[in-house]
């Protein structure tokens, strides 16, 4: 199984604290699908061993293409891979593009699953991230999408500077009584060269104060465990059923195509990305060149993604698995370097037996660990 990622590159305007490639300019829409066309066609060969399970619309903003351009690119895929019956199809979108006709017009479609950036139902804190929708484009386009997608993943940013607890509980209360089935939720961090880096260097807006993302971060595991979600993955919560199969392929480790300007892909041992440039990627697809650049990913690169992303998840690092694809010496060093932090009470290893009463042991962060796990993780690092 594989899945494909569609990178679609444009905004209404830009968010102070984004540092994904888009452009606010629409000039070259047209011919940017064009060429997402052509470059589906041109990498079909990758996935030839595989069957499409997931295909993302990610952003930008996606919500910014009509219905019909969406369909064009959806039967690009079906024209050139082979995809299971009903694969979970997603779209980001942005509450000020789900009207309550776009939303019926879209659940007609062939998408099946609207990831929406919320981000915040405040309005202070939409206008200080420059948002491009308002608290009560928010509200009014969850009440409608609720009634027509059984599948919604909202975004929620917290660790806002000056957020209090109970207003960070008031916007988890909203989400939960819209009974959305998923939330992806983040710190906001000041990434370099964005507004909000120049903002905090400027004394224009308050640094980031990570004691309080800390106590957003627990209270949020908290409250969505008590009413049924499973924190799947550092970043994410989904009810039973409802965990994000494209996403939860990255964390897995399958294959996956990304098509369109800035787009990265991961093909066994290869990883690869697109030019983050518009102008080139359409000038460079027209001439049915691929703009891309690739890496070869060493034993090591690939041991040490592998306990990245693993101890983001439940799933953890299989001490088995490290051992059978990398060896005992990977083993011992994984071993050796994460005893400090399960004398911490930072990491743990679970004993569990499989259907042939085989030890399987699990390393993973415990709940006093989580907040700080790519850090603990990049310390167990063969370098």
Not at 316 to 344: C, K, M
């Amino acid at each position: 199984m594989a899945g494909i990622y569609i990178h679609i590159p444009f905004c209404k305007q830009a968010c102070f604290y984004c540092d994904f490639h888009f452009s606010t300019s629409l000039k070259k829409k047209d011919a940017l699908i064009l060429a997402l066309v052509e470059e589906l066609e041109i990498q079909k060969k990758e996935l030839a061993n595989y069957t499409v399970e997931t295909i993302y619309f990610g952003g930008g903003t996606p919500s910014l293409l009509s219905n019909a351009e969406l369909e064009v690119l959806i039967a690009a895929v079906y024209a050139n891979y082979k995809v299971i019956e009903n694969p979970e199809i997603t779209l980001e979108a942005n509450p000020d593009d789900l009207t309550a006709n776009r939303i019926m017009a879209l659940a007609d479609s062939s998408i099946n699953r609207l990831s929406i950036g919320i981000q915040s139902f405040f309005e202070d804190d939409l206008k200080s991230m420059n948002r491009a929708h308002n608290a009560d484009e928010a509200k009014r386009c969850l009440e409608v999408a609720t009634r027509y997608f059984d599948n919604i993943t909202i975004d929620l940013i917290y660790g806002i500077p000056n957020m209090s607890l109970q207003k960070w509980d008031a916007n988890l209360e909203q989400a939960f009584n819209f009974g959305v089935s998923h939330i992806s939720s983040y710190a906001l961090t000041v990434e370099p060269k964005t507004a909000l880096d120049a903002f905090v260097k400027k004394g224009a807006f308050p640094p980031i104060d990570e004691d309080l993302a800390l106590q957003h971060f627990n209270h949020l595991v908290k409250r969505t465990e008590a009413v049924g979600f499973v924190h799947y993955e550092i970043s994410n919560f989904g009810k039973p059923h409802y965990f994000s199969k494209h996403n939860t392929s990255y964390w897995q480790g399958k294959p996956y195509l990304g098509i369109g300007p800035s787009a990265h892909s991961f093909l066994g041992n290869e990883r690869r990305w697109n030019v983050s440039n518009n102008t080139k990627y359409i000038e460079a697809i027209e001439n049915e060149i691929l703009p891309i650049t690739s890496e070869i990913l060493s034993r090591e690169d690939q041991f040490n993604e592998y306990v990245m992303t693993g101890l983001r998840t439940i799933w953890g690092v299989s001490l088995n698995r490290v051992e059978a694809d990398f060896g005992p010496d990977f083993l011992q060093h994984l071993n050796t370097l994460s005893q400090v932090f399960i004398n911490d009470g930072l990491l743990c290893v679970l004993d569990e037996f499989d259907d042939s009463n085989t030890l399987m042991q699990r390393l993973t962060a415990t709940q006093k660990g989580k907040f700080l796990i790519d850090g603990i993780a990049s310390e167990l690092f063969m370098i």
